[in-house]
């Protein structure tokens, strides 16, 4: 196979493993790290090919893509690449504030790598059916010629959004929705048993009206049938992205009434020993709250 037909990815988790899989089934022979055994393996079953670490797929990659937990392990990865000193570039897809991602970009500057920064929008069952969106940005003119394919063989619309950073930006803005929607779900879908309504048949009818979502649509099932593991989007990740609207909102002096509510679900379902549910188990922390806010008494 031609390195032309190759591509790195280092983390093989909830959105790197699809992610993976997408580009293996479209030709590509994929090179995958991730520090788990286990991940590292099912990427080989799914005909992926494993690295031993970060600087083996530098040398067997000239584009790599990141999919990482923390700013933690962006930063360490971009420097074990940038220490191979080869002249990579990386496509950063993790959701981070924006001050842990422009410090992600001094990182790579400093490490001779071309940094691109595009988090992608979507759960991992979207992921896995090609149902993603890419904010794809980055400063100069940097040679797309070999990224631009790789990101359409996983995602389903790739945007360019400007300077390096817009693609957080325009990601956080999109979770700040997509946390509202989920939670708004939860509570039409609750209001809808509580009433006497058939809940199954109010999901399809409200649906296919005005009041309809993508969060409604993929995770109102969820709720209805108590299916939180294993996640699509934990809460966790829900809690550490809207840690990081609230930064963007607190940095560019927005008012954001209803993700500082929202927030404070999301905040009590982790308290409760839920963060590594699916973010649909907001249905629960409702049906079950005894102040009939979801809130826990601070």
Do not use: W
């Not at 799914?46 to 700013?71: K, N, Q, R």
């Not at 817009?166 to 929705?177: C, E, I, M």
């Amino acid at each position: 196979m031609s390195a032309g037909r190759r591509v790195g990815i280092i983390g093989l988790g909830a959105m790197g493993r699809p992610i993976a899989d997408a580009l293996t089934r479209a030709g590509y022979g994929v090179v995958g790290y991730d520090l788990s055994d286990a991940a590292r393996a099912a990427h080989v079953d799914a005909g992926g090919i494993a690295a031993e670490d970060v600087a083996a797929v530098a040398h067997a990659a000239d584009v790599i893509l990141t999919s990482l937990p923390s700013a933690r392990a962006v930063h360490a990865v971009l420097a074990e690449i940038g220490a191979t000193g080869l002249p990579r570039t990386v496509v950063e897809t993790s959701t981070l504030t924006l001050g842990e991602k422009m410090a992600a970009r001094t990182v790579a500057d400093d490490s001779g790598l071309v940094l691109l920064d595009s988090p992608l929008s979507g759960t991992s069952a979207q992921a896995a059916s090609g149902d993603v969106v890419a904010y794809l940005s980055y400063d100069g003119r940097p040679d797309l010629t070999a990224v631009e394919p790789i990101m359409s063989a996983f995602a389903r619309t790739v945007y360019h959004v400007g300077p390096f950073g817009n693609g957080t930006k325009t990601k956080l803005v999109a979770n700040s929705l997509v946390a509202v929607h989920n939670l708004a779900a939860a509570e039409a879908l609750l209001l809808a048993e509580r009433s006497g309504l058939d809940p199954a048949a109010t999901l399809e009818a409200v649906q296919d009206g005005a009041g309809g979502s993508k969060m409604l649509r993929v995770r109102g099932p969820l709720m209805l049938n108590g299916a939180y593991e294993p996640a699509t989007a934990s809460v966790d990740i829900f809690v550490k992205d809207l840690g990081a609207i609230r930064d963007l909102a607190a940095a560019s002096g927005t008012p954001m009434p209803l993700v500082e509510e929202t927030s404070a679900v999301y905040a009590t379902a982790a308290r409760q020993g839920r963060g590594t549910h699916d973010a649909a188990c907001v249905y629960e922390v409702l049906r079950t709250s005894p102040t009939d806010s979801g809130k826990e008494p601070i």
